[in-house]
C-alpha cells in the first residue's frame, strides 16, 4: 500500500539513448511533481501537474518531456540522455484545497539514473 | 527557482544532545514543511506548518513557523542515533511549488 511508488529504482544506461521512469500514486492526490536531486542533494522541481494539466515548467532541457495520463500518473521521459542527466529523480504529489492552500508533498523513493 | 537558506549545513552531536536547525527565505511563505531523507530514500514528512507563529511538535521533533513567514525553525531533543540522516526545509507560497532548503547533515555519535 505504498503511497508514491516509482519504476525503476535505478537506471543504468549510455550517452545518447532514450528512457523513461513511472510515478504513480494512490493518494487521490490531483497534483504531482517531478524534482531531480544533484549530488550535492539539493531538490530542484523539474514539473508540475494539476489534475494532468502542466503548471510548473523549471527551466529544463526539452529532452525531459513530462506525461500525466491520468491524475494517478506522472511519468518522465528523457530524450538523448547525457551524463549531466545522472541525478536522482524523485516524484511526489500533494493535493490543492479549494482554499488554494497545498496540502503537505509525499515523495516516491526516488530513481537513481546513471548515464555513462 | 528560489533557494532556501538552511543552516547549518552540517551538524555533529553526542547522542542525548539537543539539535536546532532554521532555513530563511527573502519571500513571505504560506506552508512551511520539514523533512528528513535516509540515504537511499525519498524525504519524508516530519512536520507541516500552516500559520505564522505555529508551533507544532511530533514525538521529540518540535518546528515553528517564524512570525515574519520569511523562516521556520526546527528543534529535536534528545538526540538518538536514527535521527541521522538530511533534514530539508521546504516553503511553498502562492502557487503550487514548494521551494527546498539546501540541507542540513545531521550525524549523531552514540
Known amino acids: 500500500d505504498t503511497a508514491v511508488s516509482q519504476t525503476p529504482k535505478y537506471l543504468v544506461t549510455q550517452m545518447g539513448n532514450d528512457k523513461s521512469i513511472k510515478c504513480e500514486q494512490n493518494?487521490?492526490?490531483?497534483?504531482m511533481y517531478w524534482y531531480k536531486q544533484d549530488s550535492k542533494k539539493f531538490l530542484k522541481i523539474m514539473f508540475s501537474?494539476?489534475?494532468?494539466?502542466?503548471?510548473i515548467n523549471e527551466t529544463v532541457p526539452n529532452r525531459f518531456s513530462p506525461k500525466s495520463p491520468d491524475k494517478a500518473h506522472l511519468n518522465l521521459h528523457i530524450n538523448s540522455l547525457e551524463l549531466g542527466d545522472s541525478a536522482v529523480y524523485f516524484c511526489?504529489?500533494?493535493?490543492?484545497?479549494?482554499?488554494?492552500?497545498?496540502?503537505?508533498?509525499?515523495f516516491g523513493p526516488g530513481t537513481r539514473l546513471t548515464v555513462t | 527557482g528560489q533557494q532556501l537558506n538552511q543552516s547549518p549545513q552540517s551538524m555533529f552531536i553526542q547522542e542525548g544532545e539537543d539539535v536546532s536547525m532554521n532555513c530563511t527565505s527573502s519571500?513571505?511563505?504560506?506552508?512551511w514543511l520539514w523533512y528528513k531523507q535516509d540515504p537511499g530514500e525519498g524525504p519524508v514528512l516530519l512536520i507541516a506548518?500552516?500559520?505564522?507563529?505555529e508551533l507544532t511538535s511530533n514525538g521529540r521533533l518540535t518546528a515553528q513557523f517564524g512570525i515574519t513567514r520569511k523562516d521556520s525553525f526546527l528543534n529535536i531533543s534528545a538526540s538518538i542515533p536514527s535521527d541521522v540522516g538530511i533534514y530539508f526545509c521546504?516553503?511553498?507560497?502562492?502557487?503550487?511549488?514548494?521551494?527546498f532548503g539546501t540541507g542540513t547533515s545531521l550525524t549523531v555519535i552514540p
Open positions: 511526489a504529489s500533494s493535493q490543492v484545497r479549494p482554499s488554494g492552500r497545498v496540502d503537505e508533498q509525499y
Open positions: 493518494l487521490g492526490h490531483d497534483t
Open positions: 501537474y494539476n489534475n494532468k494539466e502542466l503548471i
Open positions: 519571500s513571505i511563505f504560506n506552508t
Open positions: 506548518l500552516y500559520k505564522a507563529g
Open positions: 521546504a516553503g511553498q507560497g502562492t502557487g503550487n511549488q514548494f521551494y
